[in-house]
């Protein structure tokens, strides 16, 4: 099991920027496929951006495309999630997850692609 731990949500404002970080310790994160996911309570899992192990390609949902970056630090073992212009819609617990796959650049948007989840941290935006 990878122990992958997020960081970083907290309360803001509408409009605000914020970042979240997604560590493994003791992992070696290059090896993974890595995502971020959200879920509001009482709702399904949403997929909110994905990258490539090579951190060379990416991809958004249609809801974050042009506001969020995810972007990773394979040297440092993290993966981010920028997340500008934010709206009281993108309420909700962030998730990171991860796949091990061989291939360097290919980038996975299902949930079913991903066998590693961390907790999540909560983000909550006010109006």
């Known amino acids: 099991q990878v122990p992958l731990v997020e960081s970083g949500g907290r309360l803001v404002q509408a409009g605000d920027s914020l970042g979240l970080s997604c560590g493994a310790s003791?992992?070696?994160?290059?090896?993974?496929?890595m995502a971020w996911f959200r879920q509001v309570p009482g709702k399904e899992r949403e997929f909110v951006a994905a990258i490539s192990r090579s951190g060379s390609n990416t991809y958004y949902s249609e809801s974050v495309k042009g506001r969020f970056t995810i972007s990773r630090d394979n040297a440092k073992n993290t993966l981010y999630l920028q997340m500008n212009s934010l709206k009281p819609e993108d309420t909700a617990i962030y998730i990171c997850?991860?796949?091990?796959?061989?291939?360097?650049?290919?980038?996975?948007?299902?949930?079913?692609?991903?066998?590693?989840w961390g907790q999540g941290t909560r983000v909550t935006v006010s109006s």
């Open positions: 003791g992992w070696t994160l290059s090896t993974y496929g």
């Open positions: 997850a991860a796949r091990s796959i061989a291939l360097w650049g290919y980038v996975a948007i299902n949930e079913n692609d991903y066998g590693f």
